[in-house]
């Protein structure tokens, strides 16, 4: 039995498992009131990659990584919304923010565009003597708090490259 349901599993996608499941849970909690179902995700969930240092050409770091940066700071100089000067020059690309009960959906979406330029990483660390930061931006809401966790891809990652990590929590009800 267990084998036949095996192989039928193979045949659909994880999406439909998904829908199934999220049908049965909801079948489940209309009969028992202790269930609380959520049919909309409102907590944001952006994933942040930083290269930070003092001074840095951060277009050649752009060349040579192959990727936009979605942000850039230059030491000294007063961007966007800040009203003082940058204290250091930055180099940064994020998710966009999406809906998300599980970090590692935004993780590994910047994961994917790094996770092959270790060594490149690793040559403008000590070129430009910056240091690297992955940064998850939630904003929980209504208490929907994400799973919140490192991979062990993502742990070997920021273990590579020498990162720190960090999470910034916002809480709105």
Do not use: H
């Not at 959520?38 to 240092?53: H, P, S, W, Y």
């Not at 050409?57 to 040579?64: A, F, I, S």
């Not at 708090?145 to 929590?169: H, Q």
């Amino acid at each position: 039995m267990a084998r036949n349901g095996a192989d039928r599993s193979q045949k659909y996608s994880s999406n439909w498992a998904t829908i199934v499941l999220d049908e049965t849970i909801k079948k489940l909690a209309g009969e028992n009131p202790n269930i609380n179902v959520i049919d909309k995700v409102n907590t944001l969930v952006r994933a942040e990659f930083f290269i930070c240092g003092d001074v840095f050409d951060t277009n050649e770091v752009t060349r040579l990584i192959g990727v936009e940066p979605d942000e850039v700071n230059i030491k000294g100089t007063i961007t966007g919304t800040r009203k003082r000067p940058s204290a250091e020059t930055s180099w940064g690309i994020f998710t966009n923010k999406e809906n998300s009960l599980d970090v590692n959906v935004q993780t590994e979406k910047l994961l994917k565009l790094l996770i092959n330029k270790i060594d490149l990483l690793l040559m403008i660390k000590e070129r430009y003597n910056v240091s690297f930061i992955l940064s998850l931006v939630i904003e929980v809401s209504n208490r929907e708090l994400p799973a919140i966790y490192w991979s062990p891809e993502t742990n070997r990652f920021l273990g590579r490259v020498g990162a720190e990590s960090s999470i910034d929590l916002y809480y709105y009800s």
